[in-house]
């Protein structure tokens, strides 16, 4: 057997963004690409794409936040949040002839629609652009399994610490409003709404949190963490 095969190595992985392969493209290329998108918002609660539509365009999100959902067995389970400067569903696009999943947005939301042709084009005519939107999509993948696995393998206590701190990241605060109902939070993790509720009430009187309907302050980020280890 080869050295390699038995060697253990390293993990060394940094993580290629959607903007940083877009920064790929040659000028007449981007120039291309604004010939050819379409730029349109959406409000809160708005679907920007649904499942079973057929793919014809390359989506990237420029302002705002999307979840996106999937059904099975007539289960919806939200699979994660989409940040701004993200390709929404970008693996689909290429994979499948519908869309798989659906994207609603969940707050003031806007969206580049990119022709796939062009967007294909660019991938077989621009070597690196194609070498970082696969390494976008093998780090997403990535970072979706193991996000997956990591939230299966928590309770509640631990699933919810996380989603919290996450949002914590996204708006860069530790006081925020969650722009999701209680459901919506329960099919991301995997739980029931009752569960939700009640830890969101048990952290609040261990005041970890607190929590207003959904305004969340982080009262104790530390044990928040710790609990998201843990838990």
Do not use: W
């Amino acid at each position: 057997m080869p050295d390699f095969i038995n060697k253990e190595t390293a993990v060394n992985f940094e993580f290629i963004d959607a903007k940083a392969c877009l920064n790929n493209l040659t000028e007449q290329e981007q120039n291309e690409l604004l010939e050819n998108k379409n730029d349109i918002e959406f409000e809160p609660g708005e679907i920007i794409i649904k499942r079973g539509i057929a793919v014809s365009h390359v989506l990237y999100l420029i302002d705002g936040l999307a979840k996106i959902e999937i059904v099975n067995d007539g289960r919806t389970t939200t699979l994660g949040l989409i940040q701004s400067h993200s390709f929404i569903g970008i693996i689909c696009c290429f994979a499948f002839e519908n869309f798989d999943f659906t994207a609603t947005a969940l707050e003031k939301t806007k969206v580049s629609f990119i022709d796939k042709a062009v967007f294909e084009k660019f991938i077989k005519t621009n070597g690196d652009f194609a070498l970082d939107l696969i390494r976008h999509m093998s780090g997403s993948s990535n970072g979706l399994y193991h996000r997956i696995t990591t939230l299966s393998q928590k309770n509640i206590d631990g699933a919810l610490s996380i989603i919290l701190l996450d949002f914590a990241n996204i708006y860069k605060s530790n006081s925020y409003s969650i722009p999701m109902v209680r459901k919506d939070l329960a099919n991301m993790l995997g739980y029931s709404k009752e569960s939700v509720i009640n830890t969101l009430s048990k952290f609040n009187k261990e005041k970890i949190i607190k929590v207003s309907d959904r305004k969340i302050e982080i009262l104790n980020i530390k044990k928040l963490k710790q609990i998201s280890k843990l838990g």
